[in-house]
């Protein structure tokens, strides 16, 4: 008897919709099951991504920039407005639109290439079995299959001592839903949606304190750039409080009493509203049923080997689901790559040139070695660094405050990694991503055209200090 699908595919984030649509690109009848319900009770692809991750918080970043630019930039450009005021039901009417647009623009993709949705919860049975529980039915449906692909994502990580309670207790989807300004917002954890939905709010009028456990700012980005950035996000007033313990949150009315530990101390803060964003955890649950048994990690990943297969044959996994980075890109790489393995080919996806962002004002991004990574390697390399106040572009746009540095191997001048912070890093971030890739020398991309006046030059110019001879750039003289 011939099977339902070739390849079944759980989970609609980037990870699982990409891998579907690259399935179905190589020929492969596919079909992907995807549970998500939206806040309209309407079903949605996307995942966490689309839904509630990436696409809506940069929604709000960018409308909440506008807002702060509005309000303290539009005076220096000569643009007076008498009194900025602020919609936020049109605001949020607006990131709900973004995300509608994207998610059915998916939908769209689908349809175009013959994928089937299913639209439910997705069990394995055991290899080639796949049971479906459709929204609002009781009874599950069998299918067979020949391949699956495990894309079920990752989900916020609850701590005991401050447990949501979906009002005043929230994780990030909680804090993109908020309809009014908290005047004053707690937020557990510095890391990536902490200080990206910290500025939201804060952008918009909350005061804003995070309470940071780790005695150091963003430990995964290189030590300077975090320094800067901490100095910046200081300066706009984020109120960033690190080796800070958060011992208890208890909802008392309308407002959360927070208690953590700092210096040998306990203290107290009472805020309107606290976001808990201490990091993501794979989920796994309700995916397999009693035979299914796959190997997870201590950590409760998904194990896979280099070609993404898992300890139950034909059953692949991609995505947040088999671990860090946790980045959308991470998983739609991964996404397209285990369709092409199931195809017969030899894709790779190579993790060391994985670009990193942080969307604040200013962006901070990166890809490769930080310097504190090569140190504790005993790699010997060259840095070049040039600060964007160096940059015509970034002058013009008012945005000069950030550098870009690149680090090169010594002796072969091979690019090791690029870190940056600054205007639209994210974007100049994938030059070094495209020369990494090429295995590129500091050399090459000095010996590049970069457009003038561009934020780019900016990297020319890094590229050009590695050898210590920047053109627009006077470094400190060295004394005799
Ligand atoms: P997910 O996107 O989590 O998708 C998994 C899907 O599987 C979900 O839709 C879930 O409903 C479905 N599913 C799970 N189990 C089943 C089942 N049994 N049956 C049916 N369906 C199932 N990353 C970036 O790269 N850039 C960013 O700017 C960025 N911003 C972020 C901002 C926030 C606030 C958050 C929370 C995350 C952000 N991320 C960002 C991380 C990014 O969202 C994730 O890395 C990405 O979504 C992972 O993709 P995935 O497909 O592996 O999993
Ligand atoms: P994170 O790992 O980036 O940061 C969590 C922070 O919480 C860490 O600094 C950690 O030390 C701190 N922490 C942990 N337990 C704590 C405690 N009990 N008290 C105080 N601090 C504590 O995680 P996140 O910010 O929740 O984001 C989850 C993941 O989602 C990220 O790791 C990233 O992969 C992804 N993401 C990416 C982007 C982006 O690419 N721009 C944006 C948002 C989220």
């Given at each position: 008897m011939s099977k339902d699908y070739e390849v079944i595919v759980i989970g609609g984030g980037p990870a699982g919709y990409v891998a579907a649509i690259r399935c179905a690109q190589l020929g492969m009848k596919t079909a992907c099951i995807e549970k998500w319900i939206d806040p309209q009770d309407k079903p949605a692809l996307g995942?966490?991504?689309?839904?509630?991750?990436?696409i809506p918080s940069k929604a709000l970043l960018e409308s909440s920039e506008i807002y702060h630019r509005a309000q303290h930039d539009f005076a220096a450009h000569g643009l007076k407005i008498d009194k900025v005021s602020m919609d936020i039901g049109q605001m949020q009417k607006r990131r709900r639109e973004v995300v509608g647009a994207l998610t059915g623009g998916i939908q769209g993709l689908f349809k175009a290439n013959g994928i089937d949705w299913l639209q439910g919860t997705g069990c394995i049975e055991d290899t080639g079995k796949v049971s479906l529980k459709e929204h609002g039915k009781s009874r599950k449906k069998n299918l067979t299959c020949e391949k699956i692909i495990i894309a079920s994502g990752s989900v916020p990580v609850n701590i005991e001592v401050a447990p949501f309670d979906g009002d005043r207790i929230v994780d990030s989807s909680g804090a993109l839903e908020f309809d009014s300004v908290p005047e004053r917002l707690g937020v557990i954890g510095a890391g990536y949606i902490g200080v990206e939905l910290g500025s939201v709010w804060s952008r918009l009028g909350s005061e804003v304190v995070l309470l940071e456990?780790?005695?150091?700012?963003?430990?995964?980005?290189?030590e300077q750039i975090a320094r800067e950035a901490l100095k910046q996000f200081r300066k706009q007033g984020l109120d960033i409080r690190l080796q800070s313990r958060v011992v208890s949150a208890k909802v008392k009315g309308k407002k959360v009493e927070v208690k953590y530990n700092a210096e040998n101390e306990e203290h107290t803060e009472t805020f309107d509203r606290l976001i808990v964003a201490v990091g993501r955890r794979p989920y796994t649950e309700s995916l397999f049923s009693g035979n299914a048994r796959i190997e997870l990690d201590e950590k409760g990943f998904v194990s896979v080997n280099e070609k993404f297969r898992?300890?139950?044959?034909?059953v692949y996994a991609v995505g947040d689901v088999v671990g860090n980075p946790m980045l959308a890109h991470k998983g739609m790489e991964e996404g397209i790559a285990v369709a092409e393995i199931l195809a017969g080919q030899k894709p790779q996806v190579d993790h060391a040139t994985i670009p990193s962002v942080v969307y604040t004002a200013p962006e901070i991004a990166w890809v490769g070695k930080t310097e504190q990574q090569l140190k504790k390697e005993g790699r010997e390399y060259r840095s070049g660094s040039i600060p964007f106040a160096a940059n015509g572009r970034a002058k013009a746009l008012g945005q000069q405050d950030g550098l870009v540095k690149i680090l090169a191997d010594s002796?072969?001048?091979?690019?090791?990694g690029a870190h940056m912070i600054g205007p639209y890093v994210s974007e100049l971030v994938q030059e070094i991503v495209v020369a990494m890739s090429y295995r590129a020398s500091s050399e090459d991309i000095a010996r590049i055209i970069h457009g003038h006046?561009?934020?780019s030059e900016t990297v020319h110019e890094a590229a050009l200090a590695v050898d210590g001879r920047p053109i627009h750039f006077a470094p400190p003289r060295k004394r005799k």
């Open positions: 995942g966490t991504c689309l839904n509630v991750g990436c456990a780790l005695d150091s700012f963003m430990p995964i980005a290189d898992t300890s139950l044959p034909d002796k072969t001048d091979e690019i090791l006046p561009t934020l």
